[in-house]
Nanobody, 125 residues
């Protein structure tokens, strides 16, 4: 089992920025990844960003916040970080971190085994 503990959500003003952290109790493997997803009320969970622990290589794919976010890991602390800039009201969602990737489909939420509890981010004027 891997426990993931997220922190950093809250109320943020439009145009502001936020930083989320996710601490893993352990890493499952060297090749594993940490993914970030979000889910707004009434919507499907969607991919935000991901990063490989070993290579520290970020991946944004078709993320709705591509160009407005960065993702990073600190392997020595088993911690991943997500920073989002120029926040918009549509960024309001519960943000989740996930690990234990069982395939190469790094953007697919179904392919992650372990999930954090989620942290609410609300963007408002």
């Amino acid at each position: 089992q891997v426990q993931l503990v997220e922190s950093g959500g809250g109320l943020v003003q439009i145009g502001g920025s936020l930083s989320l952290s996710c601490v893993a109790s352990r890493r499952t493997s060297r090749d594993d990844a940490m993914g970030w997803f979000r889910q707004a009320p009434g919507k499907e969970r969607e991919f935000v960003a991901a990063i490989r622990w070993a290579s520290n290589s970020p991946f944004y794919g078709d993320s709705p916040v591509r160009g407005r976010c960065t993702v990073a890991v600190d392997g020595s602390k088993n911690t991943a970080y997500l920073h989002i800039y120029r926040l918009k009201p549509e960024d309001t969602a519960v943000y989740y971190c996930a690990t234990g990737l069982v395939s190469e489909r790094i953007t697919n939420s179904m392919d992650y085994t372990y999930w954090g509890q989620g942290t609410q981010v609300t963007v408002s004027s």
